[in-house]
C-alpha cells in the first residue's frame, strides 16, 4: 500500500478513534446501550428492561426486544415497560399494542412503535399504515440488527430519514496472475516466446464514504477514493521488469436508493438503485495500452438497478442486478459497459457483531478506442468475499463500527488475455448516528 494513503486511513482511523473515547469519556447524557442515541431525545418512545443488575433503558422498542433476547429472554427480566406514542404513558410491554411497518420511524428499524391498548393501535394503522401484532409477535419481528449493509453490493433496506452515517479506510488489491480465456497462467510461463508481458498489478488507496436518509424510503452516498497503481511488465522476453505507476484522485461515486416495496414485518424489501459516476479521477492517453492503470474513466457514467433484501431470524440476504453505461471519453477512448449480480447471505448472532459471505459476478463489455473494439478487453470476472462487522462503541448519539473484508476471484474469463488472479482486502472505521425528529 502506498504510503500516502496508509497516513491518510491510518489518520482517519485514528481521529475516529479518539473522538470515540473522547465521547464516551466526556458525554454525560445517558445514551442506548445498543445504537448509542440519546435516550432524552427518544422519550416518546424510550423503553426500560429490568433485571438482577438493575434498570436498563433505550431508545425504542426494537432495541428493548433486541435487549431482552440477549439477556436470555423475557424470563430473565422481572419489569419490561415501554411508552405509548401517543400520550406518553408509561405501559406494561407484554400488555401493549405494538404497530410495526408504518410509514413512522421514530427511533430504530424494524419500527416497531408501542400503544396502551389495540384501539391506540388501529386508529394509528388508520393514518399511517401498518400492522398491529402482539408483544410476543414483536418479539419475533426483530433480529439483533435493523439491517446489514454488503460491500460489494447494496442493500435494500432503507435507512431511516436523518441517518447519517460517514467513514475513511484503506484498501489493497493485487493481480499476479495472466487470464487466458479462463485459463491462469504464471506471468513468468506467460511471457516466454514473447519480447513482453505482464508480471503484476497492484492497487492501494483510501476511500471515504458518507450516506444520509433523506426520507424513510429514499437515501442517498457518496463514495471517493485516493488511489496507488503499479503495473509491472516483462520485458526483452522476461530478463528485465519495468515498473509504471500512477496515482491520485479516483472517480466520485453517487448512489440513490428508492425502497419501491417493504412488507409491514420489516423484512423483505425491493428497491430502485440509481447512480452517476463523476470524472474526478484522471484519465491520461499515456496508459492507453495499459488501462487498468487509469484513475478514472475521463467521462460520467450512470447506473440503474434493483436490489432485494430479507430477512430470516438472525440472518439477511441481499441480492442486486445492475447495468452500468459508460460513454466514450473526450479522448475518444470508451470502457466497456458492466451487468454486474450480486449475492450476499449475513450472520448476526448479537447486535454487534455481524459475519458475511458474498459472492458477484461482473459482465464487462469491450473497450472501444477512437470506434474501433479493443479486442483483449472485457470479459467475466466472479469474486467471493469474506465479512465482519463489530460495532465497537456506542458514543455522541451515535456508534461507531470496523468493518474488514477479504475477496478473491472465483472464476474469470478474459477476452484474449487480461490481469487477474491474486486477491484483495478492504476496511472502513465508519460512526453512525441518526438526527433527532421527534425532539420537543
Known sequence: ????????????????????????????????????????????????????????????????????????????????????????????????????????????????????????????????????????????????????????IQSAVPPPAGALSFGAGPMYMKMDEVMVGSDSVDPAQFVKGKMMGPKEMETS????????????????????????????????????????????????????RHNLWRDNLYSRFLTLQAGVTLPTGDFDTAFLDQPGLQLGLGTFAVTGGLIGSMRAGDFWFHTQASYTLKPENSDDYKFGDTVTIGGAAHYTPTSDFMLGAEVDGVWTGHS????????????????????????????????????????????????DYAMGGGWSWKGLVSFKRRLPLFEE
Open 1 to 152: 500500500m502506498g504510503m500516502k494513503n496508509f497516513c491518510v486511513s491510518a489518520v482517519a482511523a485514528a481521529v475516529f478513534f479518539v473522538a470515540g473515547a473522547m465521547g464516551a469519556a466526556a458525554d454525560e447524557r445517558p445514551g442506548c446501550r445498543l445504537c448509542g442515541m440519546y435516550l432524552d431525545v427518544y422519550h416518546r418512545t424510550m423503553a426500560t428492561a429490568v433485571n438482577k443488575d438493575g434498570a436498563e433503558s433505550t431508545c425504542g422498542v426494537a432495541d428493548l426486544l433486541r435487549l431482552v433476547d440477549e439477556g436470555g429472554g423475557v424470563g430473565a427480566f422481572s419489569k419490561l415497560t415501554v411508552h405509548d406514542f401517543a400520550n406518553g404513558r408509561e405501559v406494561d410491554a407484554k400488555e401493549a399494542s405494538y404497530v410495526i411497518g408504518s410509514e413512522v420511524v421514530p427511533d430504530m428499524v424494524p419500527n416497531i412503535i408501542a400503544f396502551t391498548g389495540e384501539e391506540g393501535a388501529k386508529k394509528f394503522v388508520a393514518e399511517h399504515g401498518g400492522e398491529v401484532i402482539s408483544f410476543g409477535q414483536a418479539m419475533n419481528s426483530v433480529s439483533p440488527m435493523g439491517m446489514t449493509m454488503p460491500t460489494r
Open 205 to 256: 488507496g483510501a476511500m471515504f464514504m458518507a450516506s444520509y436518509g433523506i426520507t424513510n424510503r429514499t437515501s442517498v452516498s457518496v463514495k471517493m477514493t485516493h488511489l496507488d497503481k503499479t503495473m509491472e511488465m516483462y520485458t526483452m522476453g522476461g530478463k528485465k521488469v519495468t515498473t509504471t505507476t500512477n496515482n491520485g484522485l479516483g472517480d466520485t461515486e453517487l448512489t440513490l
Open 368 to 415: 472501444e478506442y477512437q470506434g474501433t473494439e479493443i479486442a483483449r478487453s472485457g470479459g467475466f470476472r466472479s469474486t467471493v468475499a469474506g465479512l465482519l462487522y463489530w460495532r465497537f462503541l456506542t458514543a455522541l448519539g451515535g456508534n461507531f463500527n470496523l468493518m474488514l473484508s477479504v475477496a478473491t476471484p472465483l472464476y474469470e474469463d478474459m477476452n
